[in-house]
């Protein structure tokens, strides 16, 4: 109940905040104590309790429990389960829809990138809100084609920072900067060969300077539920239906090496 009341309160605040603020040059505050003189009579409604009630349903439904994250999830190390289970997802998501076009075509990589992810699950519940400060921003999941060359480029790009983009779909070892080795299923990539990539738009658009999606040979949009989001809340209701805890392994899908 408090912590419900604290976000009401807080969302209040916010969206006063946001719409006022900017007329004033100086705020002046002060402290007052909070003793029953402020109690309301219940009978008596006001226009903090009116504000609140119509926020409430919305805060509701960000505390919905979506599964159960046993050890937690922490955006740390390069992979991490974090970015694992987010590239996963959006790879599965992606192909779950090629196949609905019935044409055989299929996904050979996914990307996101690291700065995408804002927080942390903390262990036990994971909310609906948690989610939503996970993956805060209206970032949409869509499928590209791309020349393996351009995908060379990716990983070069990865070799001298892996903290750009993580990936799923691709096994690469990095030596001292420079890609020793990478494969895509497990076959070398084919710099003519064009590959499903999926993705989020901002990578498409150059977010965080992967600037070479833009030099695609086409773009899908996923019409329906593709904000990144709802692609992973409805992964998380179908874990939970199968009674599976968010969770995901660590794996060689990156080796990075350094010689000193």
Known sequence: MRRTLFLLTALFLFSAGCAYAQNYRKIQWSKEKMDSRWDRPQDKTTACSEALARYKPSVDSLE??????PEGMTKSGYPCALSNMTVDIIK????????????GEK????????????SNFAKG?????DVYSMYPFYNYVIVIDLK???I???FEMVARNPRVCAFGGAKAVIEDKKVKELTLDDREIEDETIYKVATIDF???????????????????????????????DKFAV?????????????????????K
């Not at 070479?212 to 809340?233: A, Q, T």
């Not at 874990?239 to 010689?259: C, H, S, Y």
């Open 64 to 69: 919905i429990v979506v599964g159960n994250c």
């Open 92 to 103: 599965e998501f992606a192909q779950n829809y090629l196949n609905t076009k019935g044409k």
């Open 107 to 118: 996904v050979a990589l996914s990307l996101i990138n690291y700065g995408g992810l804002r």
């Open 125 to 129: 519940n994971v909310t609906v809100a």
């Open 148 to 150: 393996g060359k351009h």
């Open 152 to 154: 060379k480029t990716l």
């Open 203 to 233: 990578l498409l658009n150059g977010g965080d300077g992967v600037y070479m999606l833009r030099y695609n040979d086409g773009v899908e949009e996923i019409p329906e539920r593709s904000l990144l989001r709802d692609v992973i809340l």
């Open 239 to 259: 874990m939970k239906a199968e009674g599976r805890d968010i969770e995901w392994p660590l794996d060689d899908r990156l080796t990075v090496i350094e010689n």
